[in-house]
């Protein structure tokens, strides 16, 4: 039988419990993954093969999950989310895979098995980022559960997002110069807004722009999108340095190795974790105008500062 959940049923009968939420939403985001690409043996084998690779293969889901959850709050079916959700996991994969390729971070593990140009080539590790990237905008091209008009609003956010000057293109070239010299306190987060930061604000944005969010509303998610993102990079930043490879299913300690700018780094493990806990309060203070219960908005906030992963 489906949930309410899958139905779009009316919010009173939809558990705002979070942990039953998470669980029912990463099998849900699974599934649509799983649909939305090519089967193993539809040609080009190989590239098929290493977009299943590294897209099923694990994550926390954490963008998909948020649009999915900022939908459900401001009154968006999960069947108009689903789609759109999924397509922030494709171009967040492409940007690990192309992250992971020894032309930029040469990570050997990602997603706790060997990264995709480890696995496959790096030819092929190219063409799988570049074919999930044009996925992900063929994916709420094609979503007829949406109106033609939200769909353009979903693939400018979803542009943006990903490119340059305001995304995560931006953002990782920033990244990227940085390495040779000192970053400061200033341009720290700024680098970090845009590669870590845009991708995670639109995810939010977009479950509000399903749900035909008023301005005041849509405003309040960007703000927590927003606070959520830095969040999210600064116990990213911690995890590097706190926890094992195992809890990370990648390499820890790069970030040191590479004598990178991180919140540790920059301000002590003690002083980032009070920033931490600074920014979570900050996220949930977005929430406070939108007159809805928004528990399940709060209790994400909870997670990312609490993970171990
Ligand atoms: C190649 C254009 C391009 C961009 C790369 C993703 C990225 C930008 C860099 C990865 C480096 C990094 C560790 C960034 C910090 C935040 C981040 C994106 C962490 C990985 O995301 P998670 O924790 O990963 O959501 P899972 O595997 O759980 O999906």
New binding site residues.
């Given amino acids: 039988m489906k949930t309410a959940f899958e139905t779009g049923a009316p919010e009173s009968e939809i558990s705002h419990s979070w942990p039953e939420f998470l669980v029912r939403a990463r099998v849900l985001i699974d599934q649509k993954l799983d649909q939305l690409v090519p089967a193993e043996d539809a040609e080009p084998v190989r590239v098929h093969q290493a977009i299943r690779w590294s897209l099923l293969g694990?994550?926390?889901?954490?963008?998909p999950t948020l649009a999915l959850a900022t939908g459900e709050t401001l009154g968006a079916p999960c069947a108009q989310l689903l789609a759109t959700g999924c397509a922030f996991?494709m171009i967040?994969?492409?940007?690990?895979?192309?992250?992971d390729l020894p032309s930029?971070?040469n990570d050997q593990m990602?997603?706790g098995r060997a990264t995709c140009h480890v696995r496959f080539d790096e030819a092929t590790a190219i063409l799988a980022?570049d074919a999930l990237q044009a996925m992900a905008f063929e994916t709420i091209a094609a979503d007829d559960s949406l109106g033609t008009a939200t769909r353009v609003l979903l693939l400018g956010e979803l542009a943006r997002a990903?490119g340059t000057p305001h995304g995560?293109?931006a953002?990782?070239a920033l990244?990227l110069a940085a390495e040779s010299g000192r970053v400061t306190e200033v341009e720290l987060p700024q680098i970090?807004r845009l590669?870590?930061g845009a991708?995670i604000v639109a995810a939010a944005r977009s479950g509000a722009v399903i749900a035909g969010a008023v301005a005041s509303d849509l405003k309040a998610i960007s703000e927590y999108g927003a606070h959520l993102g830095l969040l999210?990079?600064i116990t990213?930043?911690l995890l590097?340095v706190t926890a094992t490879a195992s809890d990370l299913?990648?390499t820890p300690g790069k970030d040191a190795q590479a004598q990178k700018a991180t919140y540790p780094a920059i301000y002590g493990v003690e002083a980032a974790r009070d920033l931490a806990l600074q920014v979570h309060r900050d996220a949930v203070s977005a929430l406070r105008s939108i007159d809805r219960p928004t528990a399940l908005l709060t209790a994400i906030a909870d997670f990312i500062l609490a993970r171990n992963?």
């Fill in positions: 694990g994550g926390k889901r954490f963008r996991e967040h994969t492409y940007s690990l895979i192309h992250d930029m971070d990602r997603r980022g990903a995560m293109v953002g990782q990244d970090h590669k870590t991708l999210f990079q990213d930043d590097d299913g990648k992963a």
